[in-house]
């Protein structure tokens, strides 16, 4: 019954979506087609950075998930309030600096970028399903370790659309080791790599180094939670794992964990956390690291992207 809704869904939004007026730019659609978090944020972060070092210049929509504006389309600024335009897209504007709006309606989002001018690619965090915005290039991000799951669809599995979308897109990331597509369907491993941790309450950043061996707090409101404390485990540190649900609203409770032992959180959590985080909080930020030849290849495929005239 999902899949049906799902198949007929899309095929009324990409009538809909032929009949529209073309984008005057590319568009280049970063998503999944499985719940839970696949690395999607950092993957999109990584990619405009890339782009402008290729000589473009790139804009961002997205949804806004979790956040709720007075108005859309709404600007996404450095110091923007997450409960306004949601913790993803506030990550996005303060780690790349790129233009970016957020909508429910990303077309609309798409409008408001363009007509602000300078942008000449337009990057949507997430919206794989969006099938309203025509799109140039398709790219779904995987988490390696979990892969499609038992392949099916919700409510009885953890896709929202069959495995045989994969043929469709233009390239199918997949974030760690465990699982791969076919030879058939382009792809690529990405890797996440912590980087220094830095304090929510100003101060020097540190390098994870500076615990090894220590107790500390690890707090994720990720898809994935298992992934940012395995990944600190692995830094050698001593964690008392507390997961949170995706995009959790945090309160000053949430941190208040009885002791003075260091809490350590993932980038995302912290931007909802600036106003009453605790002395000892970091935030650790995940960048994606994708090999010279892969990134070529990025490369190469939107290279033909580009439009003259």
């Not at 007509?115 to 099938?131: E, F, P, S």
């Not at 994935?224 to 485990?233: G, I, K, M, N, T």
């Not at 949170?244 to 409770?253: I, T």
């Not at 930020?285 to 992207?305: C, E, F, K, M």
Request: neutral net charge; charged residues 20%.
């Amino acid at each position: 019954m999902y899949g049906r809704i799902a198949q007929r869904r899309r095929t009324r939004f990409l009538q809909q979506r032929d009949a529209a007026s073309p984008i005057p730019v590319p568009v280049v659609v970063v998503g999944n087609i499985s719940i839970g978090g696949t690395g999607k944020t950092p993957f999109v972060i990584w990619l405009v950075e890339q782009l402008r070092q290729w000589g473009w210049s790139p804009g961002v929509v997205s949804r806004g998930y979790g956040g709720r504006a007075p108005s859309y389309p709404h600007r996404v600024t450095a110091t923007d309030d997450p409960a306004v335009c949601g913790d993803e897209p506030l990550l996005i504007a303060r780690r790349t600096g790129v233009p970016l709006f957020v909508d429910p309606d990303r077309r609309r989002a798409v409008a408001a970028l363009l007509a602000q001018g300078g942008v000449d690619i337009i990057v949507t965090d997430d919206g794989l399903q969006h099938y309203r915005l025509p799109r140039d290039f398709e790219i779904c991000v995987v988490d390696g370790r979990r892969g499609l799951g038992n392949g099916w669809l919700l409510p009885a599995g953890p896709l929202r659309e069959l495995p045989a979308r994969l043929d469709a897109v233009g390239l199918v990331v997949v974030n760690g080791e465990g699982w791969s597509p076919p030879d058939s369907i382009p792809h690529l491993v990405m890797k996440l790599a912590l980087e220094d941790a830095w304090p929510l309450r100003g101060g020097v950043p540190l390098p994870l180094f500076r615990w090894r061996g220590q107790k500390v707090h690890a707090v994720a409101g990720i898809g994935h939670p298992q992934r940012f404390f395995d990944a600190l485990a692995a830094e050698g540190l001593l964690i008392e794992p507390h997961p949170f649900p995706d995009h959790h609203a945090f309160s000053a409770a949430d941190l208040d964990f009885g002791d003075d032992l260091p809490v350590l959180m993932t980038e995302k959590d912290a931007m909802k956390c600036l106003d009453f985080a605790p002395a000892a909080a970091w935030a650790v930020p995940a960048s994606a690291q994708i090999d010279t030849a892969a990134g070529a290849r990025v490369q190469q495929s939107l290279q033909s992207l580009k439009r003259t005239g």
